[in-house]
């Protein structure tokens, strides 16, 4: 009822044996997978734009940079910049050293070499795709500040963008409160219509 097609897409997770370079083709094999069917549908062949909320967030943003054939990125409390000190210190604090080792597809060592973790990491792969942040200020598993700082970045770049913070707003970016997702829909929705040329 918003004029354009949703297709909803799933991705495997990162484990000893998927890494971001398999997820990154499972997105590719949607999109082409999607395009194949739009003669059968009466939809576009091509000129897609992509969203995605958290893990599926940092995956929009790395497919729309790196992969060149999006016409916009929407990202609700996205991680970005996976070697960030909040990100080093959300890891310590949870345990969860591995999950972007997995990511990368090897084990990011101490020495302070982070190569492996740029080369999976939004901010350090931005190519000219508009792209709208979304972020609650309160979400407690990716700080505020990765979206903020991604922001200031594709400012920076002369990126088409726009930031949103929900405030009061955990880690659902308010997707659980009726009013608050109707919002975030709004605004994804005029999004996409406007650069949807």
Known sequence: NKGFVVANVDYRYANDSV???DLLAD???AVSYVSKKSGK???SKNGYH???ISAGAHLALLYGYTKKNMKSITALCAPSRLDSP???EFRKKNGRFDIIDKLAGTKIDSSGDNSAIIKISPFSNISNVPTLLI???ADNVVNVSQSQNLYNELKRKGVETKLIIREGKAH???MNTPETEIQNIKDITEWIVQHNK
Do not use: P
């Open 19 to 21: 890494s971001a370079k």
């Open 27 to 29: 997105i590719d094999a």
């Open 41 to 43: 549908y009466g939809y």
């Open 50 to 52: 992509i969203v995605g």
């Open 86 to 88: 909040e990100v080093l």
């Open 135 to 137: 972020h609650g200020d």
């Open 172 to 174: 659902d970016v308010g």
